[in-house]
């Protein structure tokens, strides 16, 4: 009900505004913003089965998720934070680490809706060599 009445308020202000200076703003372009205001963020998004299968997320899963975007657009995410000119081998490194955290994501919520419980192999903790990024997990994970 309250988020009604903001976007209501909202909505009237940008109106007005876009009739008193007709060349500084289109109207349907508040409109849209407006209106996409109380939409769930993408992470949030991809949070929400996570939470509602009642799967317990690591500390580094929070992290890769937030690089989700520049994963999937082609980005190489930073994970060691060895900045913008580092070697070709750690870029692939990243993108592996990526990966394998992802596919363990995803194995999880597959076998969980599936009615599976038990234990999952956690891929980047059987692969730290290969990524050289060492982590403080086990190398199973409770689903």
Not at 89 to 118: P, V
């Amino acid at each position: 009900m309250l988020w009604k009445k903001y976007r209501k308020t909202l909505l009237d202000v940008a109106k007005e505004f876009s009739k008193t200076y007709p060349d500084k703003l289109k109207y349907e372009k508040p409109e849209k913003g407006i209106n996409d205001l109380n939409k769930a963020t993408n992470t949030s998004k991809l949070l929400r089965p996570f939470e509602e299968l009642g799967i317990r997320l690591e500390r580094e899963d929070y992290k890769v998720i937030n690089t989700r975007n520049k994963f999937l657009h082609g980005e190489a995410p930073d994970i060691t934070g060895a900045g913008e000119g580092r070697y070709l081998e750690r870029l692939n490194a990243d993108l592996q680490y990526c990966a394998l955290r992802f596919y363990t994501l995803l194995s999880m919520i597959i076998l969980k809706n599936a009615g599976y419980k038990g234990h999952v192999l956690n891929h980047t903790r059987f692969n730290e060599d290969s990524t050289g990024i060492r982590l403080n997990e086990q190398p199973y994970r409770r689903v």
